[in-house]
């Protein structure tokens, strides 16, 4: 018994992390039309060597949220 799989429209699909978290406007990355302004952060925890990672998002707080989202166990750092 076989049966037709049809693919899922890019509208409607949603994408994932590794870790699970959905990769979608305000929960990892703004909204579309928001006003943002580019923050560089550090993240610790992954490795040996914490990344730096610049991003665009509303404000700091927004900038941490999102990338908690994507590194919840490492600790999230505003740059200058």
Known sequence: ??????????KNSMKFLENGI?????VT???KDNKTKKYNL??????????KLSTYA???QKA?????KRWGDCIIEVIE
């Open 22 to 26: 959905p990769d979608a406007e305000g």
């Open 64 to 68: 941490i949220k999102y990338a908690t």
């Open 29 to 31: 990355r703004p909204e």
């Open 42 to 51: 550090l993240v610790r925890g992954i490795g040996n060597a914490p990344m």
């Open 1 to 10: 018994m076989s049966q037709e799989h049809k693919p899922l429209s890019s």
């Open 58 to 60: 509303e404000n700091k």
